[in-house]
């Protein structure tokens, strides 16, 4: 299982591609909003939590279907499918790596957010450490399924954030709660409610992808 | 092979079932446009209720049944659940469609909007996207048994995501007042001839869903005879 994330880990280092886009991409989405959303008119907390979802959920899409595409055209898959590894493992590899990603993707994009965003109106707290994690392992968890499925369609690149986004939806409203919450000292109702339905989610979507893994390997 | 013909005549799928539908669909749309009273306080309008309220309930029947005939495909790999998959998934997706088209028809003269982030709204539109994202990996298949068996985990891990969307949307909008539900004793439909009213239309979609999955079924199990036909002629 660590063998897929070094493997993963050490593609990455070596060209280097997907974190420079990554961090362009955020850019270029904060900016986006800056022009279409007018930050000045909107309350900063709601506002960063927002900006910081989305950026991280498109960033996903890229660095997700990256993951099984070079696998496919390399033709890795195969080399996957008879590795001495049992398909959960495999699973939990690719979901580890990408999550290892998206958590480096946040950790660039929410300082980036909140110098360019929140200039005033912020007090971010512990709690989107909490948030920021569960949620980011929710769409590595959900994320991994449907890339490993889409790559295998003529549609890759689209079907995967198609089939992920509606599952994401319990998960996005929760992260996003929690976020505002955490940014702006925003007494939040039911925290604790809002922390077990994202980590609830974590175990459901991680537990089925390992379990189901079986299903998508075996070609 | 089937040993009956394809084009013999079998009483429940050929008569008993649609001519059960076409009855009771008739009577539905007597009694809810003829007979009944209109709803003292909404009016005329109430009477999308009828239909809209039950097509939700066949919607949410549908997506179980997708969801069991996946698991049911994953362990036995046969195509007759394959098949009740795709059919339900094609008829829950219609069905769904119905609902959020008949809502906002009720809403907008009740509510005075179309549309609102209530939690069954909310609920609804989500599913809908489940339903047609399965659709379109299923259209990518082209008969790829591989991309059959993903959508089958589509159909599982798709039923799974509904209980953490209600807990979601429950302490999303928690805070704000139910629209639909109540705990008022006094609300909800009194009158006897409303309920027969309702009760005859839930029975009428009932019949019409299971009508409309049998022929689905059948339609694509002709259709994979077809292509294997054409494969046969092909070699030969």
């Not at chain 1, 580890?96 to 971010?124: K, Q």
């Not at chain 2, 039923?159 to 909800?188: C, E, F, K, T």
Request: proline share 4%.
């Amino acid at each position: 299982m660590w063998t897929i994330v070094l493997k993963d880990l050490a593609i990455e280092r070596r060209t280097g591609e997907l974190l420079s886009s990554l961090f362009l991409l955020a850019l270029l989405v904060v900016l986006i909003f800056a022009f279409t959303l007018d930050p000045d008119r909107l309350k900063a907390p709601e506002f960063a939590a927002g900006v910081l979802w989305t950026t991280l959920v498109f960033a996903g899409t890229l660095s997700l279907n990256r993951s099984f595409v070079i696998e496919r055209e390399g033709g890795a898959w195969t080399a996957l499918a008879l590795a001495p590894l049992d398909a959960g493992s495999i699973y939990l590899g690719k979901t580890i790596a990408n999550f290892l990603f998206l958590l480096l993707a946040a950790v660039v994009f929410l300082p980036l957010i909140l110098v360019l965003l929140g200039t005033r109106g912020l007090a971010p707290q512990p709690l989107v450490i909490a948030s920021v994690l569960l949620g980011v392992t929710g769409i590595a968890a959900v994320g991994t399924l449907f890339a490993a499925m889409a790559s295998r369609t003529r549609a890759r690149e689209i079907l995967q954030p198609l089939l992920s986004f509606p599952i994401l939806a319990p998960l996005l409203i929760g992260a996003a709660r929690t976020t505002t919450a955490g940014l702006g000292a925003v007494p939040l109702e039911d925290v604790t409610s809002w922390l077990l339905m994202l980590g609830g989610f974590d175990i459901v979507f991680l537990t089925s992808g390992w379990l189901a893994f079986d299903w998508i390997l075996e070609e | 092979m089937t040993t009956r013909s394809e084009g013999a005549a079998r009483p429940w799928r050929d008569v008993i079932l649609p001519g059960a539908t076409g009855i009771t669909m008739l009577a539905a749309i007597a009694m809810v446009f003829l007979l009944v009273p209109s709803d003292s306080d909404q009016g005329v309008v109430q009477r999308i209720f009828y239909f809209h309220v039950n097509l939700a309930w066949m919607c949410f029947a549908g997506f179980v049944l997708v969801s069991i005939a996946s698991a049911w495909y994953l362990w036995t790999g046969r195509r007759a659940a394959d098949r009740l998959a795709v059919a339900s998934a094609e008829i829950g997706m219609l069905y769904t469609t119905l609902m959020l088209i008949t809502g906002p028809f009720w809403a907008r003269p009740i509510w005075g909007v179309w549309w609102t982030w209530d939690p069954r709204l909310t609920m609804t539109v989500v599913l809908w996207t489940i339903y047609a994202g399965y659709l379109m990996l299923r259209r990518m298949a082209d008969g790829d048994e591989t991309i059959l068996r993903y959508a089958a985990v589509l159909g599982i891990v798709g039923s799974l995501d509904i209980p953490l969307l209600i807990l979601a949307i429950r302490l999303w909008r928690g805070i704000h007042p139910a629209v639909m539900i109540s705990d008022d004793p006094n609300a909800g439909i009194k009158d006897p001839f409303m309920v027969w009213t309702f009760l005859v239309a839930m029975v009428a979609l009932g019949l019409l869903f299971a009508w409309l999955v049998w022929l689905r079924v059948r339609y694509e199990a002709i259709d994979e005879r077809l292509a294997a036909l054409h494969v046969e002629k092909a070699r030969a």
